[in-house]
């Protein structure tokens, strides 16, 4: 070796034994580090982000009239920067009255006329999650109608139809419903876009933090809001990592390098619990595994078909094994948790059983189907051991592993065969999933209800459509639930969707962080909460 | 001087036959050029030992239903992530309790079918184009060069990925479009080992017996440039393999459940820290292969080269 | 690439201005050509690829109502020839749009995302070179004997080895067990936008800045993914080394050089070694090249927030105006390189001329 390479390679080690000592290993007391995969955000607006992480984003950094207690998830909705409401004797009203004395990041002060006007955009702007909004009949033309700020302190909200005043206000909490700086907002709007443009990138609200930088794909950093009206946040400032491996969060979770991993794989989870100064907790979620069949496609509308796919697949043994702790046998379209949640699970690996369906049907060998998934590991392991089961009992299964995009334009065209995914709810009422799973009002192609997981597969579904529509304008929380139980058994028997599991997350975390609120099967991650 | 137009029939006369140094014919000359080759070979007992590596991979290839202890396919969930050595599965299970040691097995035939394919396509598409390009100049190389250089300048797996995504999933397609996207850099070898080469004497020689460029360029100068591109594609052969591994990792390669040996790799890095084993074969599996390929590569070289002078 | 079939005057013609300037106009025309086709293709392939960029933006939720608007927002609907025609206008105006995904205008995105790949993909090849050639040159000269076979078995294993697999093993043993190097990431957390941000190159900003520790701490974090990068650089460069040595080392002028009494070393390093650079410098920017069009899987493993996952992330999104950017600047850099390779060649080899 030349004189060089010796000479260079002995000062990169030396640099390497410098630099080692210089790393610091353990966060500061007042800063929470997180590792988490962030690269499903999209944009940042409260009025169009949808997706998992903009939904935690935007958690910390607004707040919305009607909120959830982090503190106690299950009790339901309590107020938040509406500090009380009235509903009409016709149930169409809402009048609610704002909190006093709080104060937009900008130093604005919080009003009336910044929820009504945070409202009434996202109608305007009509980005995917407008229909959260829109279904209580609030439209372009009637927005300034029926979305007003009487005054400083009162917001009054005027819905098409009665609804469960449970369900107006659940909607509410839904990130949608996020409260904007409107003075903020239209300082930063282009070509009457209400600061649309602006917000896709910047954060003006009123909640615990601010958003202080964000790589998109890379990290985001939070600092926290001194004046906060809960109170001022324990951690001054959150950094949230971007880091898509499982292997390497539990790295640098090990090395205390992070203080919360939130995408350990299950077999680092069982890693990382036995070790010393790391804790592992578990969260029931509301996102919902399943197989959905399309029934524009024959044999798959042959209801003994679809009972004997219910019947080919192994629920236990697979969360015992590849799902194990990050996913629960669930059968019903509600997630656990919710107002009208069903705990039958009527189905289990009977391949005997599938195949005697299959004979009846006239098709014990012949069916030969393609499942269209998500090509992440742990979808790819379900829909491969799918694949096993199902061959067993005689249906032949070709997996397509696509990603995210390619695999939704073919379901939204209803030209799949199956499809195996996951479906999160959108607001913590059981409309969310009603709607979209048991609720059809136009089964033809031009309909194109491309929202509703019930057109997508084809199913002409008159009669539970209209039980799903009286049940959202049920004032009587009891009669409602059972209500919503008796559509999930007939969905049960009756759809062509094989639900299997619920979620659950675990989070691996440093010893001592306490108070990190995952968000449940009803909310995001609240950060606000946090202590070291 | 013994007699070469001997029959091949006898013994003894088979090997005189093919180790003369006059032979009768253009057949016989080629023969002896083989067969000497083959010595040369023979002679190197590293080159022996990737001869022995490709071989066992073809054999096992081949009879892989009867070499593999269990279904490659066959799941068996309780039975999952058991470590080499559990009974029933000598070099351990996978995630969902398939035998690692039959799903290697099989996906041999895949591997051949990879390293065939790719080995047909791009190397000899690139030498075709770098040589013509080198050796003619002018407009010529200037045209094919800068075709060469719009596919170099392709972000590689971006553009198989494109291919990919608008054939579909699936093993063969991404294997022609890796293939697709690899012949530039032969091209450019085959190229500047071409300028070097057309200005030398015996170029000028032949070219004043009156062989045409044609002539000069496919007997003459291709061969000589063979063995940059054979090293180049032995060397390449292990990357092809992982770059369908890294296509399978972005769901648009080997779909499920075939054992692909990438596709294997790419599932058990969720397990690397713990259960190895689910990715460690695997692996192990795609270095032995190259390894063998890079052996006999460069013992070819050694042998097919005309001026290493051994 | 030569203009006529004959021997042009030696590098002073070359260098004269006239035909400086002719082969630079020449130069620059087959540049622009290539990076036309490479626009060109890149947008072809965007609009045949069955990715739905409009998905990308609205979600799966979305209505057919705010589907069909945002298609038509993004204009989609235009003829392809216009698209295309639209996109080149505004290129040429330097406006490379906005990425769907970042909601940021592309360019913005790759100033921040090439310097992190450059950066890794320099030292990377700075490893391969600095060990690589050495490697070779001794490989190459004990031919048949160990340090032959410890070269090609060392260069094999890591060029055999999925890049992720060496990776998350660097880190396991380095970062988690010897706490040698930093974890995934570029820097710690920390130190980010401590320094102001010139060249977008870490290592570079913090030393314009005179900040140590930040540089000290870049270089932790760099070290392995370079290194994990650089063993397949070393590998290849090592190879092709020890081929184009053992070729120059069969030659006779070798001998006639032994012969005259030139020390061993002399020999090898001054005069076969010499020979070798022409052929040697293309392997190196080819190498150098791939690197840079970024290992995807590299930083993904290290968290590494760099061109090659952006573009990836960017075509399995379709979405199109950070493809097509990304695709521009990698290409230029590409071009540019193999434009370099070209001229050196000419300087250094009287005989490729």
Same mark, same amino acid.
Not at chain 3, 27 to 48: E, H, K, Q, W
């Given at each position: 070796?030349?004189?060089?390479?010796?000479?260079?390679?002995?000062?990169?080690?030396?640099?390497?034994?410098?630099?080692?000592?210089?790393?610091?290993?353990?966060?500061?007391?007042?800063?929470?580090?997180?590792?988490?995969?962030?690269?499903?955000?999209?944009?940042?607006?409260?009025?169009?982000?949808?997706?998992?992480?903009?939904?935690?984003?935007?958690?910390?950094?607004?707040?919305?009239?009607?909120?959830?207690?982090?503190?106690?998830?299950?009790?339901?909705?309590?107020?938040?920067?509406?500090?009380?409401?009235?509903?009409?004797?016709?149930?169409?009203?809402?009048?609610?009255?704002?909190?006093?004395?709080?104060?937009?990041?900008?130093?604005?002060?919080?009003?009336?006329?910044?929820?009504?006007?945070?409202?009434?955009?996202?109608?305007?702007?009509?980005?995917?999650?407008?229909?959260?909004?829109?279904?209580?009949?609030?439209?372009?033309?009637?927005?300034?109608?029926?979305?007003?700020?009487?005054?400083?302190?009162?917001?009054?909200?005027?819905?098409?139809?009665?609804?469960?005043?449970?369900?107006?206000?659940?909607?509410?909490?839904?990130?949608?419903?996020?409260?904007?700086?409107?003075?903020?907002?239209?300082?930063?709007?282009?070509?009457?876009?209400?600061?649309?443009?602006?917000?896709?990138?910047?954060?003006?609200?009123?909640?615990?933090?601010?958003?202080?930088?964000?790589?998109?794909?890379?990290?985001?950093?939070?600092?926290?809001?001194?004046?906060?009206?809960?109170?001022?946040?324990?951690?001054?400032?959150?950094?949230?990592?971007?880091?898509?491996?499982?292997?390497?969060?539990?790295?640098?979770?090990? *090395?205390? /390098? !992070?203080?919360? %991993?939130?995408? #350990?794989?299950? +077999?680092?989870?069982? &890693?990382?619990?036995?070790?010393?100064? =790391?804790?592992?907790?578990?969260?029931?979620?509301?996102?919902?595994?399943?197989?959905?069949?399309?029934?524009?496609?024959?044999?798959?509308?042959?209801?003994?078909?679809?009972?004997?796919?219910?019947?080919?697949?192994?629920?236990?043994?697979?969360?015992?094994?590849?799902?194990?702790?990050?996913?629960?046998?669930?059968?019903?379209?509600?997630?656990?948790?919710?107002?009208?949640?069903?705990?039958?699970?009527?189905? *289990?690996? /009977? !391949?005997?059983? %599938?195949?005697? #369906?299959?004979? +009846?049907?006239?098709? &014990?060998?012949?069916?030969?189907?393609? =499942?269209?998934?998500?090509?992440?590991?742990?979808?790819?392991?379900?829909?491969?051991?799918?694949?096993?089961?199902?061959?067993?009992?005689?249906?032949?299964?070709?997996?397509?592993?696509?990603?995210?995009?390619?695999?939704?334009?073919?379901?939204?065209?209803?030209?799949?065969?199956?499809?195996?995914?996951?479906?999160?709810?959108?607001?913590?009422?059981?409309?969310?999933?009603?709607?979209?799973?048991?609720?059809?009002?136009?089964?033809?192609?031009? %309909?194109?209800?491309?929202?509703?997981?019930?057109?997508?597969?084809?199913?002409?579904?008159?009669?539970?459509?209209?039980?799903?529509?009286?049940?959202?304008?049920?004032?009587?929380?009891?009669?409602?639930?059972?209500?919503?139980?008796?559509?999930?058994?007939?969905?049960?028997?009756?759809?062509?969707?094989?639900?299997?599991?619920?979620?659950?997350?675990?989070?691996?975390?440093?010893?001592?962080?306490?108070?990190?609120?995952?968000?449940?099967?009803?909310?995001?991650?609240?950060?606000?909460?946090?202590?070291? | 001087?013994?007699?070469?137009?001997?029959?091949?029939?006898?013994?003894?006369?088979?090997?005189?036959?093919?180790?003369?140094?006059?032979?009768?014919?253009?057949?016989?000359?080629?023969?002896?050029?083989?067969?000497?080759?083959?010595?040369?070979?023979?002679?190197?007992?590293?080159?022996?030992?990737?001869?022995?590596?490709?071989?066992?991979?073809?054999?096992?290839?081949?009879?892989?239903?009867?070499?593999?202890?269990?279904?490659?396919?066959?799941?068996?969930?309780?039975?999952?992530?058991?470590?080499?050595?559990?009974?029933?599965?000598?070099?351990?299970?996978?995630?969902?309790?398939?035998?690692?040691?039959?799903?290697?097995?099989?996906?041999?035939?895949?591997?051949?079918?990879?390293?065939?394919?790719?080995?047909?396509?791009?190397?000899?598409?690139?030498?075709?184009?770098?040589?013509?390009?080198?050796?003619?100049?002018?407009?010529?190389?200037?045209?094919?060069?800068?075709?060469?250089?719009?596919?170099?300048?392709?972000?590689?797996?971006?553009?198989?990925?494109?291919?990919?995504?608008?054939?579909?999933?699936?093993?063969?397609?991404?294997?022609?479009?890796?293939?697709?996207?690899?012949?530039?850099?032969?091209?450019?070898?085959?190229?500047?080992?071409?300028?070097?080469?057309?200005?030398?004497?015996?170029?000028?020689?032949?070219?004043?017996?009156?062989?045409?460029?044609?002539?000069?360029?496919?007997?003459?100068?291709?061969?000589?440039?063979?063995?940059?591109?054979?090293?180049?594609?032995?060397?390449?052969?292990?990357?092809?393999?992982?770059?369908?591994?890294?296509?399978?990792?972005?769901?648009?390669?080997?779909?499920?459940?075939?054992?692909?040996?990438?596709?294997?790799?790419?599932?058990?890095?969720?397990?690397?820290?713990?259960?190895?084993?689910?990715?460690?074969?695997?692996?192990?599996?795609?270095?032995?292969?190259?390894?063998?390929?890079?052996?006999?590569?460069?013992?070819?070289?050694?042998?097919?080269?005309?001026?290493?002078?051994? | 690439?030569?203009?006529?079939?004959?021997?042009?005057?030696?590098?002073?013609?070359?260098?004269?201005?006239?035909?400086?300037?002719?082969?630079?106009?020449?130069?620059?025309?087959?540049?622009?050509?290539?990076?036309?086709?490479?626009?060109?293709?890149?947008?072809?392939?965007?609009?045949?690829?069955?990715?739905?960029?409009?998905?990308?933006?609205?979600?799966?939720?979305?209505?057919?109502?705010?589907?069909?608007?945002?298609?038509?927002?993004?204009?989609?609907?235009?003829?392809?020839?216009?698209?295309?025609?639209?996109?080149?206008?505004?290129?040429?105006?330097?406006?490379?749009?906005?990425?769907?995904?970042?909601?940021?205008?592309?360019?913005?995105?790759?100033?921040?995302?090439?310097?992190?790949?450059?950066?890794?993909?320099?030292?990377?090849?700075?490893?391969?070179?600095?060990?690589?050639?050495?490697?070779?040159?001794?490989?190459?000269?004990?031919?048949?004997?160990?340090?032959?076979?410890?070269?090609?078995?060392?260069?094999?294993?890591?060029?055999?080895?999925?890049?992720?697999?060496?990776?998350?093993?660097?880190?396991?043993?380095?970062?988690?067990?010897?706490?040698?190097?930093?974890?995934?990431?570029?820097?710690?957390?920390?130190?980010?936008?401590?320094?102001?941000?010139?060249?977008?190159?870490?290592?570079?900003?913090?030393?314009?800045?005179?900040?140590?520790?930040?540089?000290?701490?870049?270089?932790?974090?760099?070290?392995?993914?370079?290194?994990?990068?650089?063993?397949?650089?070393?590998?290849?460069?090592?190879?092709?080394?020890?081929?184009?040595?053992?070729?120059?080392?069969?030659?006779?002028?070798?001998?006639?050089?032994?012969?005259?009494?030139?020390?061993?070393?002399?020999?090898?390093?001054?005069?076969?070694?010499?020979?070798?650079?022409?052929?040697?410098?293309?392997?190196?920017?080819?190498?150098?090249?791939?690197?840079?069009?970024?290992?995807?899987?590299?930083?993904?493993?290290?968290?590494?927030?760099?061109?090659?996952?952006?573009?990836?992330?960017?075509?399995?999104?379709?979405?199109?105006?950070?493809?097509?950017?990304?695709?521009?600047?990698?290409?230029?850099?590409?071009?540019?390189?193999?434009?370099?390779?070209?001229?050196?060649?000419?300087?250094?080899?009287?005989?490729?001329?």
């Amino acid at each position: 070796m030349t004189k060089f390479t010796s000479a260079f390679a002995a000062s990169m080690l030396a640099a390497v034994a410098m630099t080692s000592t210089a790393a610091l290993a353990a966060t500061p007391k007042d800063t929470l580090v997180i590792a988490t995969s962030i690269d499903d955000i999209v944009s940042i607006d409260p009025a169009e982000a949808f997706e998992f992480s903009g939904g935690d984003l935007l958690q910390n950094t607004y707040d919305r009239l009607v909120e959830l207690d982090p503190k106690n998830l299950s009790a339901g909705y309590v107020p938040g920067l509406a500090a009380s409401w009235k509903v009409s004797e016709d149930g169409k009203t809402f009048t609610l009255t704002m909190r006093e004395g709080i104060k937009f990041h900008s130093g604005n002060p919080f009003t009336a006329e910044d929820a009504a006007f945070s409202l009434r955009r996202v109608v305007l702007l009509e980005k995917t999650p407008s229909f959260i909004l829109t279904q209580f009949g609030f439209k372009k033309d009637n927005v300034e109608q029926t979305i007003k700020a009487t005054d400083a302190k009162t917001l009054v909200i005027t819905t098409d139809k009665k609804y469960a005043e449970s369900f107006v206000l659940n909607c509410l909490t839904a990130t949608v419903g996020s409260i904007v700086d409107k003075k903020v907002a239209m300082q930063n709007e282009k070509n009457g876009d209400f600061g649309y443009e602006w917000l896709k990138t910047n954060t003006a609200g009123t909640g615990a933090y601010a958003l202080k930088s964000w790589k998109p794909n890379e990290s985001y950093v939070l600092e926290a809001n001194a004046d906060y009206w809960r109170g001022k946040p324990a951690m001054k400032r959150v950094f949230v990592r971007h880091i898509s491996e499982s292997a390497s969060q539990r790295l640098l979770l090990e *090395k205390g /390098d !992070i203080d919360v %991993a939130r995408n #350990l794989s299950p +077999e680092d989870v069982a &890693a990382v619990s036995a070790m010393d100064g =790391i804790k592992v907790a578990e969260d029931l979620r509301g996102r919902i595994m399943y197989l959905s069949l399309n029934q524009k496609k024959a044999p798959l509308n042959d209801p003994k078909v679809v009972e004997a796919v219910k019947w080919a697949v192994d629920y236990e043994g697979m969360t015992k094994t590849i799902l194990k702790g990050q996913y629960t046998p669930h059968q019903a379209f509600l997630p656990l948790t919710y107002l009208g949640e069903l705990k039958d699970r009527p189905y *289990k690996l /009977d !391949i005997a059983k %599938a195949k005697a #369906l299959l004979a +009846e049907a006239g098709h &014990a060998s012949d069916i030969a189907i393609k =499942i269209n998934h998500r090509n992440d590991p742990q979808t790819m392991a379900i829909a491969t051991a799918l694949q096993g089961t199902l061959t067993q009992a005689g249906i032949k299964v070709e997996l397509t592993a696509m990603t995210g995009k390619q695999s939704l334009g073919e379901y939204r065209a209803r030209e799949h065969d199956a499809y195996l995914g996951a479906w999160g709810p959108d607001y913590p009422d059981p409309h969310t999933n009603a709607d979209t799973f048991a609720h059809n009002p136009n089964n033809s192609d031009e %309909a194109k209800l491309t929202g509703k997981l019930a057109w997508r597969n084809a199913w002409d579904i008159p009669e539970m459509t209209k039980a799903t529509a009286a049940a959202v304008e049920e004032a009587d929380t009891a009669k409602r639930a059972e209500m919503y139980r008796a559509i999930q058994r007939e969905h049960q028997q009756k759809s062509p969707f094989v639900v299997m599991f619920q979620k659950i997350e675990q989070t691996g975390l440093r010893k001592g962080v306490e108070g990190l609120v995952t968000g449940s099967a009803v909310s995001s991650v609240h950060y606000w909460t946090v202590t070291k | 001087m013994t007699d070469h137009a001997v029959s091949p029939g006898r013994r003894g006369g088979l090997r005189a036959w093919l180790t003369t140094d006059t032979p009768a014919s253009r057949f016989q000359a080629r023969c002896v050029q083989s067969y000497l080759g083959w010595l040369r070979l023979a002679g190197n007992p590293l080159a022996m030992l990737g001869l022995g590596i490709v071989a066992a991979l073809i054999l096992a290839a081949i009879f892989a239903p009867l070499l593999a202890p269990a279904d490659p396919l066959l799941q068996n969930l309780s039975g999952r992530l058991q470590p080499p050595g559990s009974p029933g599965h000598i070099l351990g299970s996978d995630e969902l309790g398939r035998d690692i040691l039959s799903r290697l097995l099989y996906g041999a035939r895949i591997t051949l079918y990879i390293v065939a394919l790719v080995v047909i396509t791009a190397p000899i598409f690139g030498l075709i184009v770098g040589t013509v390009a080198g050796y003619a100049g002018g407009w010529v190389d200037v045209v094919l060069m800068r075709m060469t250089d719009v596919f170099l300048a392709f972000p590689r797996l971006i553009l198989a990925l494109a291919f990919v995504a608008a054939l579909g999933p699936g093993i063969g397609n991404a294997i022609l479009a890796i293939a697709l996207t690899s012949w530039p850099p032969y091209a450019r070898i085959a190229r500047a080992e071409t300028m070097t080469i057309r200005n030398s004497d015996f170029i000028a020689a032949i070219r004043l017996q009156g062989a045409s460029p044609l002539r000069i360029v496919s007997g003459h100068v291709m061969p000589l440039c063979l063995s940059s591109v054979i090293v180049r594609v032995t060397l390449d052969m292990a990357g092809i393999i992982l770059t369908a591994a890294g296509l399978g990792f972005l769901g648009l390669g080997a779909q499920p459940p075939l054992p692909e040996w990438g596709a294997m790799i790419s599932v058990g890095r969720q397990f690397i820290l713990d259960q190895w084993w689910v990715a460690a074969m695997p692996g192990l599996a795609i270095f032995t292969v190259s390894l063998g390929f890079n052996l006999l590569g460069d013992g070819l070289r050694d042998a097919l080269d005309p001026r290493s002078g051994r | 690439m030569s203009l006529t079939g004959s021997v042009s005057g030696g590098r002073r013609a070359w260098l004269s201005s006239r035909s400086a300037a002719y082969k630079g106009g020449r130069v620059l025309l087959s540049l622009a050509f290539t990076l036309l086709g490479l626009l060109l293709i890149t947008f072809l392939i965007g609009r045949v690829m069955p990715i739905d960029p409009v998905l990308s933006v609205v979600g799966e939720r979305a209505s057919n109502e705010v589907y069909m608007a945002t298609r038509a927002a993004m204009g989609l609907d235009d003829p392809l020839y216009v698209q295309f025609f639209n996109y080149l206008s505004e290129v040429l105006r330097g406006d490379f749009g906005n990425s769907l995904l970042t909601s940021r205008p592309v360019i913005d995105d790759i100033a921040r995302v090439f310097p992190a790949t450059l950066e890794l993909a320099t030292v990377a090849t700075l490893l391969g070179v600095l060990l690589g050639v050495p490697a070779g040159v001794l490989a190459a000269v004990n031919q048949g004997r160990w340090p032959d076979h410890l070269v090609r078995l060392v260069g094999l294993f890591g060029y055999s080895m999925p890049v992720f697999w060496l990776g998350l093993m660097g880190l396991l043993i380095f970062y988690g067990k010897l706490d040698w190097v930093a974890g995934p990431g570029r820097l710690d957390i920390f130190f980010e936008d401590v320094v102001p941000q010139v060249t977008g190159v870490i290592l570079v900003d913090s030393l314009l800045a005179g900040d140590l520790e930040v540089f000290g701490n870049a270089l932790s974090h760099i070290i392995l993914p370079a290194s994990v990068l650089g063993y397949y650089s070393l590998a290849y460069i090592s190879r092709m080394t020890r081929s184009f040595m053992l070729e120059q080392l069969a030659q006779e002028y070798i001998t006639t050089a032994r012969v005259k009494g030139l020390s061993e070393a002399r020999v090898i390093w001054g005069h076969a070694l010499g020979n070798v650079m022409v052929p040697l410098i293309t392997v190196v920017a080819l190498s150098y090249a791939s690197l840079l069009e970024g290992s995807v899987l590299t930083e993904i493993v290290f968290a590494w927030p760099g061109i090659g996952f952006y573009i990836t992330n960017a075509l399995l999104s379709a979405d199109m105006n950070a493809v097509l950017g990304g695709t521009v600047v990698v290409g230029m850099v590409f071009i540019g390189l193999n434009l370099l390779s070209d001229v050196l060649y000419r300087l250094v080899d009287p005989r490729a001329r």
